[in-house]
């Protein structure tokens, strides 16, 4: 096989058998919550309580999921490339730990991480499993009130871009899974892969928002799309 350098991009689909609410699916997190109350920096400034509430919800549901075999077979993916000289750059979206529970050894999470919880007043980044409240005190600079989930909300800068971009130049497939194309940049990503001559392929429940930029596309749930592709 001359495939050498798989860039993977992961959506909340990939999570969905595991028990984690997609975004914008019906029923899905967006369709029961405001984003604009809860994922931009403006809605924390306004009420940090409300956010720290449905973020210390969603922490506590992240812990409880398990992984499934999508999961398990993108953490296979990366070790048989690794022994044919090759790589997987696997970069999620989803902010939970399932990927790295699976068994995926590098994995890049564009829009942070639910289980890691930064300060704004110092900007340290540490592993962060409790609850967080408004009386919370950063452990490194002793603040009170500015700690906040590492996530990425609306309007902030996603993480990480540079080495994405790098993975993105050198990958020999480009395969989006559980994702609807909505939010960018990571949407982006499946055009900037065509433009550079990179084959695409879309594992997805339904057609994406981005499906015109996928030369294939193989539709259904992610527990048997992506080891059927994995195999
Ligand atoms: C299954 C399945 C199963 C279900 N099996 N599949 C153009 C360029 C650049 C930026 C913008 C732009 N236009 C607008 C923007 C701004 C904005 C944006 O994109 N807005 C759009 C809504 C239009 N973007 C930003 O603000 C980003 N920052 C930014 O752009 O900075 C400046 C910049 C400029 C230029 C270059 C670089 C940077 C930040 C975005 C942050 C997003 N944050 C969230 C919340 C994170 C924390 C949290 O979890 O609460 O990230 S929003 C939410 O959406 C979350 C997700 O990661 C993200 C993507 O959602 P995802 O994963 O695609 O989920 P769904 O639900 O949408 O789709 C699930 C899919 O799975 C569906 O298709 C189902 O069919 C499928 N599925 N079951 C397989 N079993």
């Not at 604009?36 to 919800?57: G, Q, R, S």
């Not at 829009?111 to 452990?139: F, I, K, Q, Y």
Request: hydrophobic share 45%; with cysteine; proline share 6%.
């Amino acid at each position: 096989m001359d495939i050498q350098n798989i860039f993977v991009l992961t959506g909340a689909g990939i999570s969905a058998e595991s028990g984690l609410g997609t975004f914008r699916d019906r029923g899905g997190v967006w369709s029961r919550f405001d984003p604009m109350k809860l994922a931009t920096p403006e809605a924390f400034a306004a009420d940090p309580v409300l956010v720290h509430d449905f973020y210390n919800m969603r922490r506590r549901d992240a812990m409880k999921a398990e992984p499934n075999p999508a999961h398990a077979a993108l953490a296979r993916l990366e070790a048989d490339l690794a022994k044919r000289g090759g790589e997987l750059f696997l970069c999620t979206q989803n902010v939970d730990d399932l990927h790295e529970r699976a068994g995926s050894r590098a994995v890049t999470h564009i829009h942070g991480e639910l289980l890691r919880a930064r300060c704004t007043a110092c900007g340290e980044s540490r592993p962060w499993r409790e609850d967080l409240s408004v009386a919370t005190s950063c452990p490194h600079c002793g603040a009170t009130g500015g700690m906040r989930p590492d996530v990425v909300w609306f309007g902030e800068m996603p993480k990480h871009l540079v080495a994405i971009e790098d993975a993105l130049l050198k990958a020999d497939l480009f395969v989006a899974i559980g994702t609807s194309g909505a939010v960018y940049p990571a949407a982006g990503y499946a055009a900037q892969a065509r433009e550079f001559g990179i084959p695409t392929l879309a594992l997805n429940l339904e057609a994406a928002d981005n499906a015109g930029m996928f030369a294939r596309t193989r539709l259904g749930p992610a527990s048997e799309t992506v080891p059927a592709f994995v195999a």
